[in-house]
């Protein structure tokens, strides 16, 4: 099956700086990628649309300036955390659809961001 | 609004016997459900894909079931074993390709 490469794991950083989430298709690529959070306990919320050369569509209550999307190539999106706050702290997966149908979602091992 | 439900949050069941979990919806005409499993601190792996024509689908142990009557999805592990210990997840398609809602998920655990 497809791969979803996903880094960091884990991350620990003060609050106010900025962290960036690499999600790289490894063996497919991928017009499309997803971003969700995930706290304990409960299931995926969907942040954000990730369209290779263009724009990321935001799900509502998602600030855009606040979680930044880029999708520079077919096999690699970014989500950087700006100026981030404790609140922030969360378990964060990207996903990508693989093959014509767009039924099936890969998804990345996730990554545990804390904020201090 | 479309809604997923996922029948209990969690289910304790003695190995050897057959886990039963349920998905049920409203406000939906799904093309499909799928089924992932979730392992703490890891992202969802896909499962099984059943389509809307489709009433049952088999997987090694898993089994799937699709009622678009009833609008409910009963998932079924036969012969658990305690490494089917996970969370699953059920997930309904969005109108986007790709993008779809997630139920919360019921954590299996599989006592040895």
């Known amino acids: 099956g497809a791969v979803v490469s996903q880094h960091p794991s884990r991350v620990i950083c003060k609050s106010g700086t900025s962290v960036k989430i690499e999600c790289r298709s490894l063996d497919f690529q991928a017009t499309t990628m997803f971003w969700y959070r995930q706290f304990p306990k409960q299931s995926l919320m969907l942040m954000a649309t990730?369209?290779?050369?263009?724009?990321?569509?935001?799900e509502q209550g998602v600030e855009k300036d606040k979680f930044l999307i880029n999708h520079a190539s077919l096999t690699l999106s970014t989500l950087t955390v700006t100026s981030a706050h404790p609140e922030d702290s969360s378990f964060y997966i990207c996903?990508?659809?693989?093959?014509?149908?767009?039924?099936?979602?890969?998804f990345g091992s996730g990554t545990q961001l804390s904020v201090l | 609004s479309q809604k997923i439900e996922q029948n209990s949050e969690a289910l304790n069941i003695q190995e050897g016997k057959t886990a039963t979990l349920t998905c049920n919806y409203t406000?939906?005409?799904?093309?499909?459900l799928q089924w992932y499993r979730q392992d703490p601190g890891r992202g969802p792996v896909f499962l099984l894909l059943i389509r809307e024509n489709e009433k049952e689908k088999r997987k090694e142990r898993l089994k799937v079931t699709f009622d678009t009557t009833l609008k409910q999805s009963l998932f079924h592990i036969t012969a658990s074993q305690p490494a089917d210990s996970a969370t699953y997840l059920c997930a309904l398609p969005n109108t986007n390709a790709g993008k779809s809602t997630f139920g919360d998920g019921t954590t299996l655990t599989v006592k040895p």
């Open positions: 996903s990508a659809v693989q093959g014509p149908t767009n039924e099936k979602l890969f």
């Open positions: 990730s369209n290779e050369g263009s724009k990321a569509t935001y």
């Open positions: 406000n939906y005409s799904p093309a499909y």
